[in-house]
């Protein structure tokens, strides 16, 4: 590996000349920024950042950590590590990531993080839920993303659940759907409540008569998402729906729906409309016709999270991030 002293003979600049490109690029000469960069580009020289830092030499480059729980272990929440990383890199931190695989792993995992000494800290969890934060992290400079804390006032991002699906079924209610079935997430868990909560509120302030809305929650565990092709056969009798529009509890349901209801017959959204939630990665290619979701606002939840420890914003509780309607073909 290149050293300091490597690309400064390259460039034919002092050490200090080399250190201020990388550190303050601003109080060099155009052409000679230029000439370092091109040393540092040929060399594929690395600064050692973590090492100045021990040091106690810089303090321009601050590094965040983040512990994932289950997040980066899954292809649901891609786009929030993601969107960590690079919204870190744009503000010249650099970031590092620490799984936590179970809640057993926690020790470990907690310790892996603090030994990196880290300025900032990202607790982050696939599905929004309510989490118990090690003991150790909570006089750490710390921000959750994706999670609520059950005893602790921390600061937090997550999705506006409620309103998502409050402007989902409004948009449902305009578009003049009146016989809605919906199987949402199971009610163990904040989602699954705050979405029903959401549909229950567009539906009362439109006056529409509450028999009307049908609404169930399934059961925990992903064992249950085969439980939607049982509750679609008690509402197709004869292969005849007698609802006009299925709300999903999120697109994984809707993906199994699709399966049912075609098999049977039913054409959507000429006879059937279908609603999802999540705008899942990977997924949404997969519907004919395509699926009109709500999109959980990941990438806004990973930034804003990072710009939480950047900024050294207040701690201002819990903040939720909208969740907007995708329109597509299914309605």
Known sequence: MASLKEVA??????????????????????????????????????????????????????TLGVLALDTATTPFSVELLLSIELTAREFGWSSFLVNITSQEDSKRAVSQLLSQRPDGIIFTTMGLREVEIPERLLD??????????????????????????????????????????????????????????????????????AQQLRQFHMASGDEHYRDVVALLNEFTPHDKPDFDVLVCGNDRIAFLAYQVLLAKGIAIPQQVAVLGYDNMVGIGDLFQPPLTTVQLPHREIGREAVLHLIEQRPNSGVIQISSPLLERASL
């Not at 003979?9 to 490109?21: G, H």
């Not at 540092?40 to 810089?58: C, E, H, Q, T, W």
Request: glycine residues 6%.
């Open 140 to 209: 750490k400079n710390l921000v959750l993303a994706n999670c609520l804390s059950r005893e602790h006032a921390l600061p937090g991002y997550i999705p506006d659940d409620f309103e998502g699906q409050y402007q989902a079924m409004k948009a449902l209610i305009k578009k003049g759907y009146q016989r809605p079935l919906c199987f949402y997430l199971p009610d163990s868990i904040p989602a699954g409540i705050c979405r029903r909560a959401g549909a229950e509120a567009a539906w009362q302030e439109a006056g529409l008569p």
């Open 9 to 62: 003979q390259l460039a034919a600049v002092s050490l200090m000349t080399v250190s201020r490109a990388i550190n303050e690029p601003q109080r060099l000469k155009p052409e000679t920024l230029a000439r370092v960069q091109t040393a540092i580009s040929a060399l594929n020289y690395v600064p050692d950042f973590s090492a100045r830092k021990m040091r106690g030499r810089s303090t321009k480059v601050s």
